[in-house]
């Protein structure tokens, strides 16, 4: 071959090559308009079928490296019931959570106490209940990116990728299941991630993982060792 033919071979090898790069760019760069996101999330949740999941986890805070076993009972439309040890626990009913330990008084929790919870305690919402949900969260829905999370790839709706100082929600861009969701808590940043959706433990139910973070701080990790559908719960399961 002769080197004019061989330098004609490289330039086309290269354009090639170039033209996947860019390919692959404008690919990635495709964000779709919030509403068909919401919509892909609320389809994915009403084809998962649940109304009533158990979840056994293992959980430590900030005060502790011990971690605590803890059950989760989540069920549609709304409620949570979170069963920790020695007489604690957390109800959350009608998007409002309360803490009880023992006989004391319950005490009101954070407004974002429920949203841990939400997408697994709800179930036959329509896109336009997430929609709505991030407007009253102060996420921008005008602004958005492309991100990595965990080796997924990610939709922020709400900032840029080098912002990390206001309301957001990251949701996993093949999955369509939520990733992270950052709050204003007065003047506290709450940041929720759930991590390892797909794990053997809890595939497309539950992440392996949900952990919380306040102005960049871990505050409490746990972990997931078991996930059950369809467990009995009578409502009084969720009573103050």
Same mark, same amino acid.
């Given at each position: 071959?002769?080197?004019?033919?061989?330098?004609?071979?490289?330039?086309?090898?290269?354009?090639?090559?170039?033209?996947?790069?860019?390919?692959?760019?404008?690919?990635?760069?495709?964000?779709?308009?919030?509403?068909?996101?919401?919509?892909?999330?609320?389809?994915?949740?009403?084809?998962?079928?649940?109304?009533?999941?158990?979840?056994?986890?293992?959980?430590?805070?900030?005060?502790?490296?011990?971690?605590?076993?803890?059950?989760?009972?989540?069920?549609?439309?709304?409620?949570?019931?979170?069963?920790?040890?020695?007489?604690?626990?957390?109800?959350?009913?009608?998007?409002?959570?309360?803490?009880?330990?023992?006989?004391?008084?319950?005490?009101?929790?954070?407004?974002?106490?429920?949203?841990?919870?939400?997408?697994?305690?709800?179930?036959?919402?329509?896109?336009?209940?997430?929609?709505?949900?991030?407007?009253?969260?102060?996420?921008?829905?005008?602004?958005?990116?492309?991100?990595?999370?965990?080796?997924?790839?990610?939709?922020?709706?709400?900032?840029?990728?080098?912002?990390?100082?206001?309301?957001?929600?990251?949701? %996993?861009?093949?999955?369509?299941?939520?990733?992270?969701?950052?709050?204003?808590?007065?003047?506290?940043?709450?940041?929720?991630?759930?991590?390892?959706?797909?794990?053997?433990?809890?595939? %497309?139910?539950?992440?392996?993982?949900?952990?919380?973070?306040?102005?960049?701080?871990?505050?409490?990790?746990?972990?997931?060792?078991?996930?059950?559908?369809?467990?009995?719960?009578?409502?009084?399961?969720?009573?103050?």
């Amino acid at each position: 071959m002769s080197a004019v033919g061989s330098q004609m071979n490289r330039v086309v090898a290269i354009g090639a090559v170039m033209v996947g790069l860019l390919t692959a760019a404008t690919v990635l760069a495709y964000i779709p308009p919030p509403d068909f996101l919401s919509g892909r999330m609320a389809d994915k949740r009403a084809r998962m079928k649940f109304r009533r999941l158990q979840v056994t986890m293992l959980c430590r805070d900030d005060a502790s490296a011990t971690e605590r076993k803890e059950l989760l009972y989540l069920k549609a439309p709304g409620l949570v019931r979170r069963q920790g040890p020695a007489g604690e626990l957390t109800i959350c009913r009608q998007g409002k959570c309360f803490r009880k330990q023992g006989e004391a008084k319950p005490t009101r929790l954070p407004a974002w106490s429920y949203l841990p919870y939400l997408y697994f305690a709800e179930h036959g919402v329509k896109g336009s209940r997430y929609t709505s949900l991030f407007k009253s969260l102060g996420i921008d829905l005008k602004v958005d990116t492309v991100s990595r999370f965990h080796s997924r790839q990610a939709v922020i709706l709400g900032a840029k990728n080098w912002e990390r100082d206001r309301p957001q929600f990251w949701l %996993d861009k093949e999955l369509y299941l939520p990733l992270r969701l950052m709050v204003r808590d007065a003047s506290a940043l709450v940041d929720i991630l759930w991590i390892g959706w797909g794990s053997k433990t809890g595939g %497309d139910w539950f992440p392996d993982r949900i952990e919380i973070r306040i102005d960049g701080a871990v505050t409490e990790t746990c972990r997931v060792t078991e996930v059950k559908s369809g467990v009995s719960m009578p409502d009084s399961l969720f009573a103050w």
